[in-house]
């Protein structure tokens, strides 16, 4: 690619030649997230060979998201390490909500300039994504958006395809009157809400590296920072070794909008408010927000990153297998007749 350079183009406030060299300086990241014998990224499609063995009807399950506005406090604090996890997790953790192990994973990066140092280590933390749900970076696109999006600014997308037999495609239908459900803790405000979080502490203009004793210490950047939590490789194990009914990725919409997409019509999850382990993040939420109950528990995960749906015989060995797998998972509450959805109590 040495003879592809073009002067009027640069001039335009495109630089193809930055795009060839981030592809080079984030090669290193993608290739940590590569099967045995696959090809480095570059050409026009990302190949990956299906690994159907083992399944009489295998079906794929394909997800896709971004990481909303929560990429401004990467931008303000000029932190681009993880936001790229984010970008992973929102896809990945939907398409194990339905039984599938994620197989493959491709990004989409628009940006004001192409900055490759910048660009690399954004794939970097994408590449850990990757790293941690078991799945290859197999390929993606960095656009440059020069006159439409300021120079700095950038926009983070991505999309997975998973596969499961469809033997084991979880059906929510199976769920009982008298199941439990069973809380995965998240790892704080994940990827959701934070429209409502930058109003709140107006992060424009606030301190966002100042220690707060409501955080243990930590500053509030660095703690809404934190990735979201890559679920995938502790629900396989689960998978494995309990009949999992149902299970739902507490994202935008909080507990009202999401748990009910794995339960029936007819039924609902009943939570006590206090068997919630709510972290210290959403009580600052709320109470620098004014921010009613409701409106928290319909916007927010309130530390509850997955709920997972079994029967009440099989929670505790559910418990158990979490728990070997690191996550801090308890008892949430039980499925009854209800046509709300979810009654917190």
Do not use: W
């Not at 690619?1 to 300086?25: C, H, N, P, Q, R």
């Not at 998978?239 to 029936?264: D, L």
């Not at 007819?266 to 109950?293: A, C, M, R, W, Y």
């Not at 928290?296 to 997972?308: D, Q, Y």
């Amino acid at each position: 690619m040495e003879k592809s350079y073009s002067e009027s183009y640069k001039a335009a406030g495109v630089d193809i030649t930055a795009g060839y060299k981030s592809v080079e300086l984030m090669k290193k990241h993608v290739r940590r997230t590569m099967p045995a014998g696959m090809e480095d990224i570059g050409g026009f499609g990302g190949l990956f060979p299906f690994p159907a063995a083992g399944m009489k009807e295998p079906v794929l399950v394909a997800g896709t998201d971004g990481v909303g506005t929560k990429l401004r406090l990467a931008i303000l604090l000029d932190k681009h390490d993880t936001i790229g996890i984010d970008c992973v997790a929102m896809c990945v953790n939907d398409v194990i909500c339905c039984g599938a192990k994620p197989l493959f994973f491709l990004d989409y990066i628009a940006c004001g300039k192409n900055v490759p140092e910048r660009i690399a280590e954004i794939v970097g933390g994408v590449a850990e994504g990757c790293v941690q749900a078991g799945c290859a970076l197999i390929g993606g696109e960095t656009a440059e958006h020069p006159g439409t999006m300021p120079e700095y600014d950038y926009d983070l997308a991505g999309f997975t395809v998973g596969a499961v037999d469809k033997a084991n495609v979880l059906d929510k239908n199976s769920v009982k009157e008298g199941d439990v459900v069973i809380a995965v803790a998240s790892s704080g405000v994940h990827s959701n809400g934070f429209s409502l979080v930058r109003k709140v502490f107006d992060i424009e203009h606030c301190d966002l590296n100042a220690p707060l004793k409501e955080l243990g210490g930590a500053s509030l950047g660095e703690t809404l920072l934190t990735p979201t939590k890559i679920y995938v490789k502790s629900m396989l194990a689960l998978f494995e070794k309990v009949k999992v009914k149902g299970v739902s990725h507490i994202t935008g919409g909080g507990f009202y909008e999401n748990m009910p997409r794995s339960i029936p019509k007819g039924l609902g999850v009943k939570i006590k408010k206090s068997d919630v382990k709510v972290l210290p993040i959403f009580d600052l939420i709320q109470k620098t927000g004014n921010i009613s109950e409701h409106d928290m528990f319909n916007t927010f995960n309130m530390g509850v990153g997955l709920s997972v749906t079994v029967a009440k015989e099989d929670a505790q060995t559910a418990l158990a297998v979490l728990k070997e797998q690191g996550e801090d998972a308890y008892l949430l509450g039980e499925i009854i007749k209800s046509d709300d959805g979810v009654v917190l109590i």
